[in-house]
């Protein structure tokens, strides 16, 4: 079995910085992806950001500029280094892997680390 675990979260005044981490772990034999979803209560879940095998990122245009996704792959490891934190960052960051193991290529989900962005 795959699992993600995350790290990093907390509460942060508007303008401050955090930097989420999430490491995977289990019998993996290769990544497809990894990235961070956020979900804001009564929202739906969003994708913040993800990184390809190949290095290619995405973020939502929302946190372009202050959003920055970076990988380790010998960690197996994701950060999600945050900027310019805004009260509207306030959610729950799930960090996410598209990843094939034995039983075949499947997504994968961390438990969640809140981030809460407030004065």
């Known amino acids: 079995q795959v699992q993600l675990v995350e790290s990093g979260g907390g509460l942060v005044q508007p303008g401050g910085s955090l930097r989420l981490s999430c490491a995977a772990s289990?019998?993996?034999?290769?990544?497809?992806?990894m990235g961070w979803y956020r979900q804001a209560p009564g929202k739906q879940r969003e994708l913040v950001a993800d990184?390809?095998?190949?290095?290619?990122?995405n973020y939502v245009d929302s946190v372009k500029g202050r959003f920055t996704i970076s990988n380790d792959n010998a960690k197996r490891t994701v950060y999600l280094q945050m900027n310019s934190l805004k009260p509207e960052d306030t959610a729950v960051y799930y960090c996410?892997?598209?990843?094939?193991?034995?039983?075949?290529?499947?997504?994968?989900w961390g438990q969640g680390t809140q981030v809460t962005v407030s004065s």
């Open positions: 289990g019998s993996i034999f290769r990544f497809y992806a």
């Open positions: 996410h892997a598209d990843a094939l193991t034995i039983c075949g290529r499947s997504d994968y």
């Open positions: 990184i390809t095998s190949g290095g290619s990122t």
